[in-house]
Nanobody
Framework: QVQLAESGGGLVQAGGSLRLSCAAS????????MAWYRQAPGQQRELVAG???????NYPDSVKGRFTISRDNAKNTVYLQMNSLKPEDTAVYYC??????????????WGQGTQVTVSS
């Protein structure tokens, strides 16, 4: 099992910045893709940013140029730097990792979520 510990959420004014962190621990063999998702009330969970083990990133247009995902493989940690925040960024943000065991079997793990609230 892999456990994910998220931190860094909070309340910020529009135009401000926050940095989320997610540290993986437990029985880790290899972490492939790491990502951040978010879910606003009454909305579906959506991808915010993803990063492969090789460092390739992808973002939806809604956050491109404002959010930056990065990872520290030595620490099994993924970060999300969020700048120029808007009220519509308000949501619960979830960390997601794709773990591979020694046989290549892939399992997806989710963090518990951290609240990000952007006031106007």
């Amino acid at each position: 099992q892999v456990q994910l510990a998220e931190s860094g959420g909070g309340l910020v004014q529009a135009g401000g910045s926050l940095r989320l962190s997610c540290a993986a621990s437990g029985s880790i063999f290899s972490i492939n893709r790491m990502a951040w998702y978010r879910q606003a009330p009454g909305q579906q969970r959506e991808l915010v940013a993803g990063i492969t083990s090789g460092g390739n990133t992808n973002y939806p247009d809604s956050v491109k140029g404002r959010f930056t995902i990065s990872r520290d493989n030595a620490k099994n940690t993924v970060y999300l730097q969020m700048n120029s925040l808007k009220p519509e960024d308000t949501a619960v943000y979830y960390c997601n990792v794709l773990h591979s065991d020694h046989s290549g079997y892939l399992v997806s793990f989710w963090g518990q979520g951290t609240q990000v609230t952007v006031s106007s």
